[in-house]
């Protein structure tokens, strides 16, 4: 290896040792070192203790048990040190001393019962996260006052902590912006509590499922210019919590049995954006709301509300951006209910049999704003009565998801009148997506699908244009196919084409001005190699029709629709661009 080596990556191997001269002719340069997901068992000197520039050192998802107390004698630059998903039960006290710089510690699923005292002693740790452990109490004594004092985020979730015994707990990290003690045991967040973390923004103390809140709000006494973000969620919560935090922006309280949101909330939560009640006993849209100027996210579902009427969304929800109304007990849902929200971008809803006449497109159709539309599905319906009808012109991601969800109408994009369309399919029963279902959309041009997580066995060619750009047809951008049970045959050998042609005429955001003629395709990668064949042995997806399914373009299409086949002549073309 070279001497001038400073990132060596050796992740995803079966690595289980480390020789002790295996990294000598590069630890003298090296700055990061990336040995995820191995078999290794321990840490020594030998191997991490002589690498004086190391600022990165991945060591997550190998089978650590134990670490060396001088594995890191002469690392003193490390500012990153990843040891998530290991075996680890304890850490040696001294672990840490040789180290002045750590920003960054993630020991995270772990088995880890305590930490030493004094275990960080030096200044700019930022960032510590316990996670996934069984710790019984917060590690207050293993952080020195100069490592408590720079310290902004610590997560203590999904642990076994049982109390915050005094405010003096959290006395010394006056720089603690961002706290996680959700999925513990907590019992009581006493009085004060957080008293001398004057600077905590963010705070989640949500499955704590008994715990309980001083009166008058108390329990946040002193993050009343601070705190944010505000989740307790599933904490048994009978009432809304007394809550004198003016700055709050986000509360969640989900998962509890509140029944009423009363008005006086709306004076203590003034600059409140975000309130999500959702499953909780709620029988109509909380009048508190309509005195939140500044709300602009409400979600409701879940709760045994009825009625839906066009008094339901008044003052200050007119001006909501995003709504959740999905799995309410409605019997009854007037068209115009929603009608007044001008502003609303995203909308969360449910098919309702018990509603006469649903419909989807109806009750929207005033929502001129709206982008983003999720139908989730829990009862068997096809949906096909429900989407019948045109959709707004700005509609355009719609996701489908539950497992109530068993078919898709052939018709379902016929109301589409976007240009560009994200379809997301997520945990669903639907095993097929037929051709016929794509050439409904008149309108697309760009189309994006992601249907990860499924069970899915085939998908017809959604593509009508050879390539992008051509006028009046249409040409899939990204496609996400993890997470279903392929058939890999000519249905769906279409795939393999359409990837070559997609790195032929398309490329990054950030290279789109360097390339003549590119067109500019999601940042987000493919997962065609994760997809898998489950009729050739769970093979990957992309491998089976490159090797072993000779087909065409025209696969996974209509009987009428053209075989093109991907000549070797460098097409040029001028795109048509389409602003709206």
Not at 247 to 262: F, K, M
Not at 378 to 386: F, H, M, Q
Not at 513 to 532: F, T, W, Y
Request: hydrophobic fraction near 40%.
């Amino acid at each position: 290896m070279s001497a001038n080596v400073k990132m060596l990556d050796l992740s995803y191997n079966n690595v289980t040792c480390i020789g002790h001269s295996y990294l000598r002719p590069v630890e003298q340069s090296l700055t990061h070192l990336h040995l995820s997901h191995n078999r290794l068992i321990n840490t020594t000197r030998e191997v991490f203790g002589n690498m004086p520039h190391l600022q990165w050192l991945d060591l997550s998802s190998n089978q650590l048990a134990e670490l060396d107390f001088d594995t890191f004698r002469n690392t003193k630059m490390m500012q990153v040190l990843l040891l998530t998903h290991n075996q680890l039960s304890s850490i040696p006290t001294q672990l840490f001393r040789p180290t002045s710089g750590l920003r960054v510690v993630d020991m995270s699923h772990n088995k880890l019962r305590s930490l030493p005292d004094t275990l960080f002693t030096q200044s700019g740790l930022e960032q510590l996260i316990l996670s996934h452990n069984l710790l019984s109490h917060v590690p207050v004594s293993s952080l020195g006052a100069a490592t408590a004092a720079t310290l902004c985020e610590l997560n203590l979730s999904w642990n076994s902590i049982v109390e915050v015994s005094s405010p003096d707990v959290f006395s010394r990290f006056k720089s603690l912006m961002w706290l996680d003690m959700s999925h513990n045991r907590l019992l009581r967040i006493k009085d004060s509590t957080f008293l001398f973390v004057s600077r905590l923004s963010f705070l989640d103390l949500s499955h704590n499922s008994q715990m309980v809140l001083e009166t008058r709000g108390r329990s946040f006494k002193g993050l009343e210019d601070s705190l944010l973000e505000l989740h307790l969620c599933n904490t048994s919560l009978g009432s809304m919590p007394e809550l004198l935090l003016p700055a709050l922006r986000t509360l969640r309280l989900a998962q509890n049995r509140i029944q009423d949101v009363p008005v006086e909330v709306a004076r203590s939560l003034t600059s409140l954006q975000q309130l999500d009640v959702s499953y909780n006993q709620l029988q109509a849209v909380p009048p508190a709301a309509r005195s939140m100027p500044h709300l602009r996210c409400l979600e409701l579902a879940g709760n045994p509300i009825t009625t839906l009427s066009n008094t339901s969304f008044q003052g200050a929800m007119e001006h909501l951006q995003e709504l959740d109304i999905r799995h309410l007990t409605l019997n009854y849902f007037q068209p115009s209910a929603l009608s007044r929200m001008a502003s609303l971008r995203t909308l969360s809803l449910s098919p309702y049999d018990h509603v006469h006449d649903y419909s989807v497109p109806e009750i929207i159709q005033q929502n001129t704003g709206l982008r983003n539309l999720h139908i989730q599905v829990l009862e068997n319906t096809d949906l096909e009565k429900e989407m019948l009808g045109p959709l707004p012109y700005k509609v355009r991601n719609i996701t489908l998801s539950g497992r109530g969800l068993t078919s898709v109408p052939h018709s379902l994009f016929k109301g589409i009148r976007s240009f560009r369309l994200h379809f997301t399919l997520h945990n669903t029963s639907v095993e097929t997506l037929p051709h016929s279902l794509f050439e409904q959309m008149s309108w697309v041009r760009n189309l994006s699908i992601d249907v990860r997580d499924n069970s899915l066995h085939s998908v017809g060619n959604p593509n009508t244009g050879e390539f992008p750009g051509v006028l009046n047809t249409m040409f899939i951008t990204e496609l996400q196919l993890e997470g279903n049970t392929w058939t890999c045959d000519c249905q769906i050998g279409w795939v393999e084409v359409w990837q070559r042609k997609k790195r032929q005429y398309m490329c990054q955001p950030d290279k789109q001005a360097r390339v003549p003629g590119c067109h500019k395709i999601s940042a987000e990668q493919d997962d065609l190699r994760e997809a898998r064949c489950e009729n050739r042995n769970n093979a990957s997806l992309i491998e089976v029709l490159k090797l072993d399914v000779e087909c065409g373009w025209g696969s996974g299409a209509s009987a009428n629709s053209p075989f093109w086949v991907l000549g070797v002549t460098v097409i040029f073309f001028t795109s048509l661009q389409v602003n709206h």
